[in-house]
């Protein structure tokens, strides 16, 4: 994995490995504590222990850590093959704000580099939904078009149909009569 990351003045990382690497827990869209040690190139234990010495930067809707539960749901779900290949321990995750937080107490030119790009991921997939919902929601405003167009067809139709049966009785006739 790590052979596919160029280090340079800017990170080159596909995005889709980032992409694969967050997951929907909690409602949040988050990142394995073990995925961006990966990314920033440190051992997870080091994150850990920056984490640990810097906990009041982390506030709840930045980091949490798993329950058993959530950790074996991750497992069974997703790509990742053990409880074991987590570190053994119960994992951290970090929403888009905590990978920020985190690169600024991991303190390497590598942890900033790469909390850019994950940020930017963020972005393109925030803006991707928005995207989304701006399409569904211009389907329904089309829909509810078509739906009072086939209400106003049916109206003409109707009075259509009520002129051809006022056509069909016989009128009294107006005018001069001998």
Do not use: C, W
């Amino acid at each position: 994995m790590t052979s596919n990351i160029k280090m340079s003045n800017k990170i080159t990382i596909p995005n889709e490995i980032i992409t694969n690497k967050i997951y929907l827990i909690r409602g949040e869209k988050v990142m394995l504590d073990r995925d961006l040690a990966e990314l920033y190139n440190v051992k997870n234990i080091r994150l850990r222990e920056q984490v640990k010495r810097n906990i009041d930067k982390f506030p709840e809707h930045f980091m949490f850590r798993l329950s058993e539960e959530e950790t074996n749901f991750t497992v069974s779900q997703n790509a990742i093959p053990s409880k074991k290949h987590l570190g053994g321990s119960l994992p951290y995750v970090f929403t888009e704000h905590g990978i920020l937080q985190l690169a600024n107490v991991i303190k390497s030119k590598r942890a900033t580099q790469m909390s850019i790009k994950i940020i930017e991921v963020f972005v393109q997939m925030r803006k991707m939904l928005t995207d989304n919902l701006s399409v569904k929601l211009e389907i329904e405003e089309i829909k509810k078009k078509l739906s009072n167009h086939s209400k106003n067809i049916e109206l003409v139709f109707n009075y259509l149909d009520e002129l051809i049966e006022k056509k069909d009785k016989p009128r009294t006739k107006i005018g001069y009569k001998k």
